[in-house]
C-alpha cells in the first residue's frame, strides 16, 4: 500500500539559513499534518491542512510556514534556522480519523 | 493545556509475558484514542484506534478505553524483543481540527 512520503530524509543547514521540506501524503487523504519531534520528546503538533486549506495551527514559529498545493503535497518552509529547531520533522495524513506518518526527515542545524 | 500522560518506563518483561502500557488524558469531550509504536529514530506506526468503551482486539494487541476514568491501555500478548519500541498513546483534540496530542511514550523492552 502506498504510503506518505517526505523529502529530504535528511537535511544539514546552518543557523539562519532556510530549509524546505516536503510531503506527499497518500492518495486520496484530504488532510495533511506536520508534526516536530525533539530528541527524547514526543510529536508536536505545527500545522494542518484539509482540502488545501489551513486548518489548525499549533505551535508553529512565525519564521515557519506551510501550503498544500493542488496536487495535496505539503511543504513546510522554514527560515532564519536556530539550533533548537534541530528535530525529526514528520508529515502524515488522514482520510477520516486515523493517521499515518511519513518516515520523517531529520533536520540538523549547526 | 490538554494533557496525555504514560509512564515513560522502561517497562522490561520477559518474551512471551503480556505488556500492559497505560494512558490517561485531561480532555473528558475526547472521542478518538489511538497507540502508535516508534522505534528510535524511525516514525510512528499506527497500531490501534478505539472510539469506544471496552476492549478492541487486533491480533496479540488490545486497547481497553474507559471515557470515565478518562484511561486507556494496551495490552501486547506473547510480546516479543521485536516488540521492544516506544509506544506512543495520541488523543484527538476535540477542539481541533482533528490534530493529535501525544503522551510522552512509555518504552518496552522485552528480553529473550
Known amino acids: 500500500a502506498a504510503g506518505v512520503i517526505q523529502s529530504p530524509r535528511h537535511l544539514i543547514k546552518e543557523k539562519r539559513e532556510t530549509a524546505t521540506l516536503k510531503c506527499y501524503p497518500i492518495?486520496?487523504?484530504?488532510?495533511v499534518y506536520w508534526y516536530q519531534q525533539g530528541p527524547g520528546q514526543d510529536p508536536q503538533f505545527l500545522i494542518s491542512?484539509?482540502?488545501?486549506?489551513?486548518?489548525d495551527k499549533g505551535s508553529i514559529p512565525d519564521r515557519f510556514s506551510a501550503q498544500q498545493f493542488s496536487d495535496y503535497h505539503s511543504e513546510l518552509n522554514m527560515s532564519s534556522l536556530e539550533l533548537g529547531d534541530s528535530a525529526l520533522y514528520f508529515c502524515?495524513?488522514?482520510?477520516?480519523?486515523?493517521?499515518?506518518f511519513g518516515p520523517g526527515t531529520r533536520l540538523t542545524v549547526l | 493545556q490538554k494533557e496525555v500522560e504514560q509512564n515513560s518506563g522502561p517497562l522490561s518483561v520477559p518474551e512471551g509475558a503480556i505488556a500492559s502500557l497505560n494512558c490517561t488524558y485531561s480532555?473528558?469531550?475526547?472521542?478518538?484514542f489511538f497507540w502508535y509504536r516508534q522505534y528510535s529514530g524511525k516514525s510512528p506506526e499506527l497500531i490501534m484506534s478505539?472510539?469506544?468503551?471496552g476492549d478492541k482486539e487486533d491480533g496479540r494487541f488490545t486497547a481497553q478505553l474507559n471515557k470515565a476514568s478518562q484511561y486507556v491501555s494496551l495490552l501486547i500478548r506473547d510480546s516479543q524483543p521485536s516488540d521492544s519500541a516506544t509506544y506512543l498513546c495520541?488523543?484527538?483534540?476535540?477542539?481541533?481540527?482533528?490534530?493529535?496530542?501525544f503522551g510522552a511514550g512509555t518504552r518496552l523492552a522485552v528480553h529473550p
Open positions: 480532555d473528558r469531550v475526547s472521542q478518538s
Open positions: 491542512f484539509y482540502e488545501k486549506m489551513q486548518s
Open positions: 502524515a495524513s488522514s482520510q477520516g480519523n486515523e493517521q499515518f
Open positions: 478505539i472510539y469506544s468503551n
Open positions: 495520541a488523543v484527538k483534540d476535540s477542539g481541533g481540527y482533528n490534530k493529535l496530542i
Open positions: 492518495p486520496r487523504h484530504d488532510t
